[in-house]
């Protein structure tokens, strides 16, 4: 190439941009040392859209397909230029192409946790996190207020600033929707719905369009999951603690029999089993009854019971040991009370 030819502008028959990226949002034509053929050719794929742009100025978009640069085709270019009749010679104008394709599965999340006032707990601390998806809506805006003058804008370029803003929107939503934290996981899609509504008009304001956004999870500290999970327990239980009581004591019996005092030691003998519903205290009486009319083999016939070792203050205070453990109830408490305070002959 010689000296004189080193400062001759080429001229561009086909424009078009070949995305071989996955988060490439805009891409600038690079037109130094360059300049458009009229008549030339402008490629547009799929999922692309071509902003021409005069000297700041935002003239002609072109969507998917082939188009010729003429001054019919360039009508905004044109006024801008100040083709009246027709241009003949090669211009210079930059060219955009942007993504429109779907940008899925953005992450977004709570990087410090979020205070929340629980009816149930009071104040907690949450995290949260989800996906979304974004697509360019409106270019010109898009050009205007996020992409600027870069040569090239990617999804990472944009996604931090998107993130700041969904933990925004969410902790307001959150508070607005004052979800019980015991319900929360029952209420994702709507408390969803509710950040993507909040979420619209600064997407508005960039030119994107938020297609898609999803909460994946929202954890509770480890202490309350722990308390909850403590309280799921109970709840299982609740229906069959009666049961569970009786069995207790069932077990406690043989054990009993085997110390000094035997049962009248525990303070409690078979009248436990009548304040415990009462079945108990039938199924036990039999059972004794059973015990005595049965014949023992000679040699084999247990020591008679010892007498009743414990005072009325030390019965009623075992009593009490069993009302405070959960182990009665207060029915049952009550019945027990009075059969001690007759066995010492102080109830009527």
């Known amino acids: 190439m010689g000296l004189m030819d080193w400062g001759k502008a080429q001229f561009l028959d086909i424009l078009q941009w070949l995305d071989d990226s996955n988060d490439t949002m805009?891409?600038?034509?690079?037109?130094?040392?360059?300049?458009?053929?009229?008549?030339?050719?402008?490629?547009?794929?799929?999922?692309?859209?071509?902003?021409?742009?005069?000297?700041?100025?935002?003239?002609?978009?072109?969507?998917?397909?082939?188009?010729?640069?003429?001054?019919?085709?360039?009508?905004?270019?044109?006024?801008?230029?100040g083709w009246k009749y027709g241009f003949e010679s090669p211009f210079k104008s930059d060219v955009y192409f942007l993504n429109t394709k779907l940008f899925n599965d953005l992450g977004w999340g709570t990087p410090n946790p979020i205070m929340l006032?629980?009816?149930?707990?009071?104040?907690?601390?949450?995290?949260?996190?989800?996906?979304?998806?974004?697509?360019?809506?409106?270019?010109?805006?898009?050009?205007?207020n996020v992409v600027g003058t870069n040569e090239t804008y990617s999804v990472a370029d944009i996604q931090n600033q998107l993130r700041k803003s969904l933990i925004s929107r969410f902790t307001?939503?959150?508070?607005?929707?004052?979800?019980?934290a015991l319900d929360l996981a029952a209420h994702y899609d709507e408390l969803s719905d509710l950040l993507r509504t909040k979420m619209d008009p600064e997407f508005q304001t960039m030119g994107l369009e938020c297609s898609k956004l999803f909460i994946e999870n929202i954890s509770l500290p480890e202490e309350v999951e722990a308390m909850m999970d403590k309280r799921t327990s109970v709840?299982?239980?609740?229906?069959?603690?009666?049961?569970?009581?009786?069995?207790?004591?069932?077990?406690?019996?043989p054990l009993a029999a085997q110390n000094p005092g035997g049962l009248a030691g525990m303070g409690m003998g078979l009248g436990?089993?009548?304040?415990?519903?009462?079945?108990?205290?039938?199924?036990?009486?039999?059972?004794?009854?059973?015990?005595?009319?049965?014949?023992?083999?000679?040699?084999?016939?247990?020591?008679?019971?010892?007498?009743?070792?414990?005072?009325?203050?030390?019965?009623l205070v075992d009593l009490k040991d069993l009302?405070?453990?959960?182990?009665?109830?207060?029915?049952?408490?009550?019945?027990?009370?009075?059969?001690?305070?007759?066995?010492?002959?102080m109830g009527q």
């Open 272 to 315: 436990v089993g009548v304040g415990m519903g009462n079945i108990m205290g039938q199924q036990m009486g039999g059972a004794m009854g059973q015990m005595a009319q049965t014949p023992y083999p000679a040699g084999n016939a247990p020591a008679a019971p010892a007498a009743p070792a414990k005072s009325l203050k030390e019965e």
């Open 172 to 180: 307001d939503a959150l508070g607005e929707a004052k979800v019980p």
């Open 26 to 81: 805009a891409w600038r034509f690079p037109m130094r040392g360059q300049e458009i053929q009229n008549g030339g050719k402008l490629v547009v794929r799929e999922s692309q859209v071509a902003v021409f742009v005069n000297e700041g100025q935002f003239a002609d978009v072109f969507g998917p397909g082939t188009h010729n640069l003429t001054t019919q085709n360039l009508p905004i270019l044109a006024t801008l230029k």
């Open 235 to 253: 709840g299982m239980m609740a229906p069959v603690m009666g049961a569970y009581t009786q069995m207790q004591v069932a077990d406690s019996v």
């Open 117 to 144: 006032r629980d009816a149930d707990f009071g104040m907690l601390r949450i995290r949260a996190f989800g996906i979304y998806s974004i697509r360019v809506k409106d270019p010109k805006s898009f050009l205007q």
């Open 323 to 345: 009302f405070d453990s959960q182990l009665i109830n207060q029915t049952e408490y009550d019945a027990q009370r009075s059969v001690i305070m007759k066995k010492h002959g």
